[in-house]
């Protein structure tokens, strides 16, 4: 296995955070990011070193401790934060760097000696690794098509359904007096589909969509009161075919996962 050390990516320095476990999903989707959320053929991370996802809701540390790890940003209206971890490589205490070589092979270091963790996908150069704004940690060939190795951490699409329009409230930069006051996310590729994936990560019963690409979770809805469907008909920025509320009302929807299925009002 060759060791290609050579410039470092643009990565923030920031704190480490504790050990991650692994979690099986599909492997990934054909396409990756061309910009950012990617590290690129003999780019690193070091210890206390982060990047994120394009929509920043992933953040993949190379952490103090040695340990690489995949983690979901929450947000609870005022500061964002870190959820636990989704996927680690289980190198605490050994590792110290890690190399997205330039053979293909994704690579984590001791301070000195071999290679404590790999892919396994050399022979591929020119590949990079991408951290999707699904949440799936992927080495791509250097067509940026092919999938070589994934942390498989896609969270299953979650079931939902509709409970119609609903009036908002509260402060217009955070979530004190909102309708749907337990996390916020905002991104240019909102679908109804990734709101619910968002808030369902998050353990929330219910999410509601407004503006076109805000997403708010909740574990109550409806103290408001309900409006006409008509005012929930902006188009969802990452599908024009979905409708993502309105201006203050939400069109709010239910996990099925969770019990009891009738709509809660406070």
């Not at 989704?86 to 760097?97: E, F």
């Amino acid at each position: 296995m060759s060791r290609t050390i050579a410039a470092r990516g643009i990565v923030i320095a920031l704190l480490g955070a504790g050990a991650a476990s692994l979690a099986a999903g599909p492997v990934a989707r054909a396409d990756a990011p061309s910009g950012c959320g990617v590290l690129r053929p003999n780019n690193q991370m070091y210890k206390g070193t982060e990047y994120s996802s394009c929509s920043g809701t992933f953040i993949l540390k190379m952490q103090a401790d040695g340990n690489v790890a995949l983690y979901p940003r929450t947000n609870n209206g005022v500061t964002w934060g870190l959820g636990a971890a989704i996927w680690g490589a289980g190198t605490v205490n050994r590792g110290d760097h890690l190399v997205m070589q330039g053979d293909g092979n994704l690579v984590i270091y001791p301070a000195r000696g071999p290679a404590v963790w790999a892919s396994n996908t050399g022979g591929h150069a020119g590949a990079s690794l991408s951290l999707r704004d699904d949440g799936n940690l992927v080495v791509y060939d250097a067509d940026s098509r092919t999938p070589l190795w994934a942390s498989r951490t896609v969270p299953a699409a979650p079931s939902f359904r509709s409970l119609g329009c609903f009036k908002d409230a509260g402060d217009p930069s955070g979530l004190s007096g909102r309708d749907l006051d337990g996390a916020v996310d905002s991104n240019g590729n909102m679908s109804v589909e990734q709101c619910a994936g968002w808030c369902n990560l998050r353990g929330y019963q219910y999410f509601g969509l407004q503006y076109g690409q805000q997403c708010y979770c909740g574990t109550a809805y409806g103290r408001q009161g309900g409006a006409d469907l008509n005012d929930c008909s902006k188009p969802c920025a990452g599908n024009q075919a979905e409708k993502c509320g309105g201006g203050w009302r939400n069109s709010v929807y239910e996990l099925s996962a969770f019990a009891p299925a009738s709509p809660r009002a406070r």
